[in-house]
């Protein structure tokens, strides 16, 4: 395993790369991660699709510091790390990105292709009829069905969740579906104690077997969710590298494995095999005829 810019630069400069990106990626954009070292330790479990499917009490709760969370989430802006990231798909190195997270913020920088593997904040389905609504349309409706609810935040974890005393969520009204009337409505995310659509795991898993490189970004691996494409990569024989701040799950399979904070890292990555115009720096790929 080697820990260098150096061999990480020369990686990336080889093209055919897959991003898999996580909470680390998207704290310096002021949203929390509550696993790694810049994160504040989750003050509640999160909830279980089970506990929000049969729960109206936590479906309440769930709802009620949604609605305040979101505020946070909904302003949340890319960062330096997710606009390089996007610089490096432009230039045609990166050939798609694999997030666990649910901010939009990949997109919001210009990436595409995008998988969001566990989906995105800012739509909302509904259970019963299967529409798919936007959030913004949703905080609207709330907000109308709750006009006095004014609630002080104590913290907010990277889903949008929110910690809030029990009597603030005794008020909350929390609305159902708009489009069949009665429908339970749901984040369009994937819950814990929920499975992610097969097919878009399927999608990931091809996207990494036909990847040169598999690049970690801002992930502790500590979920089987994000941690089996490692291991796939890792049985394919394709060369990954980790990026994170503090150990990962997936350091065994690690052949390039960098301790950095990301905001500073990628840009300078990007300006290293991208080039930057601005500051006269010649790309790797273009000197080294890539
Ligand atoms: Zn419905």
Not at 171 to 184: E, H, N
Request: neutral net charge.
């Amino acid at each position: 395993m080697t820990e260098s810019l150096d061999a990480l630069t020369s990686l990336v400069a080889g093209g055919g790369v897959v991003v898999l990106s996580g909470a680390g990626l998207s704290t310096e954009s002021g949203i929390p991660d509550y696993r790694g070292p810049s994160g504040v330790a989750r003050r509640h479990t999160p909830m279980t699709f089970q506990a929000f499917t049969r729960d109206p009490l936590a479906r309440r709760r769930y709802w009620a510091r949604s609605h305040l969370g979101w505020r946070l989430i909904a302003r949340a802006e890319p960062n330096a790390g997710h606009r390089a990231v996007a610089r490096l798909q432009r230039a045609g190195l990166v050939d798609a990105v694999i997030t666990q997270n649910v901010d939009g913020l990949h997109s919001a920088a210009g990436s595409a292709p995008v998988v969001e593997l566990h989906g995105r904040l800012d739509e909302v389905t509904c259970l019963d009829c299967g529409n798919l609504t936007s959030r913004e349309e949703l905080d609207r409706r709330m907000r109308e069905a709750n006009p006095d609810f004014v609630a002080r935040v104590a913290a907010v974890n990277p889903d949008g969740d929110v910690d809030l005393p029990d009597e603030q969520v005794a008020a909350f009204r929390p609305v159902d579906c708009g489009i069949c009337g009665t429908g339970m409505l749901k984040p369009d995310v994937v819950f814990f104690g929920e499975t992610v659509p097969p097919q878009r795991v399927a999608r990931c898993f091809a996207l990494v077997e036909q990847a040169r490189a598999l690049l970690v970004l801002g992930s502790s691996l500590t979920v089987m969710s994000g941690r089996r494409f490692v291991i796939r990569a890792g049985k394919c024989g394709i060369p990954v590298a980790i990026v994170n701040q503090g150990p990962t799950r997936g350091d065994g399979y690690a052949t390039v494995r960098v301790d950095a904070p990301l905001g500073e890292l990628l840009p300078a990555l990007a300006d290293r095999v991208v080039g930057d115009a601005d500051a006269g720096v010649t790309p790797l790929a273009t000197a080294a005829g890539v």
